[in-house]
């Protein structure tokens, strides 16, 4: 158990619809960092914040949008969802965002997305 | 651009020993971590390094060398659990984490 959780663990939606993706990083971890992993696919880095504030950007798409709270637990919203969007999408956590070079992120359980 | 390469697939018997290769070419290099995922499961780390030469734990091993921006990962005594994708990434000059795409590593009995 790495300490980050997310939720749902699975969640299956129709095309078009929006869903919310959930995350709380580990106690003392700064930084979030979203991926999605297609199926047989190497993992896409989305989107990382550190405490509260967009820190860098990936491949995410117009379609999707993330925040970090206050209390650092993250969001991942996902709307005019298509096929294509059916995938792993992890949640990752880390002290401090990777400004020191051994900043480990560590990876919540995922959630399943099936897009139908 | 950036870019690391790392096999397809690897497949090796219980017992015996495997390397998996990870060559990275990236803007600056502040160290290289290796992940285990199992599949449908989140990538767990096994291991960083950013000096060269080998780092061990147990019977997994880790070597760098920066100079040849090559690193590996050595597998001992494989049981049939080590069935997964080793993920290789590298931390590169923004302090951003490049990854590869992953060995998926087979065991056989």
């Known amino acids: 158990d790495s300490g980050v959780t997310q939720t749902p663990k699975h969640l299956i939606t129709a095309t078009g619809q929006r869903v919310t993706l959930r995350c709380s990083p580990r106690s003392g971890d700064l930084s979030v960092y979203w991926y999605q992993q297609s199926l047989d696919q190497g993992l896409q880095f989305l989107i990382q914040?550190?405490?509260?504030?967009?820190?860098a950007k990936g491949n995410i798409l117009e379609r999707f949008s993330a925040q970090q709270f206050p209390d650092l637990h993250s969001e991942l919203n996902l709307s005019s969802l298509e096929l294509g969007d059916s995938a792993l999408y992890f949640c990752?956590?880390?002290?401090?965002?990777?400004?020191?070079?051994?900043?480990?992120?560590?990876f919540g359980p995922g959630t399943r997305l099936t897009v139908l | 651009g950036q870019n690391i390469d790392q096999p397809t697939e690897m497949t090796a018997t219980e017992g015996a020993i495997v390397q998996i290769n990870c060559t990275y070419q990236?803007?600056?290099?502040?160290?290289l971590f290796w992940y285990q995922q199992h599949a449908g499961e989140a990538p767990t780390f096994l291991s960083y390094n950013v000096l060269d030469g080998l780092e061990e734990k147990g019977r997994f091993s880790s070597f760098l060398s920066r100079s040849k921006g090559y690193s590996y990962l050595l597998l001992k005594e494989l049981q049939m659990k080590d069935s997964a994708s080793y993920l290789c990434?590298?931390?590169?000059?923004?302090?951003?984490?490049?990854w590869g795409a992953g060995t998926k590593l087979i065991i056989k009995p």
């Open positions: 990752a956590s880390s002290r401090v965002g990777g400004s020191s070079g051994s900043d480990t992120q560590y």
């Open positions: 914040y550190y405490n509260g504030e967009e820190r």
């Open positions: 990434a590298v931390r590169d000059s923004n302090y951003q984490l490049i």
């Open positions: 990236t803007s600056g290099f502040n160290g």
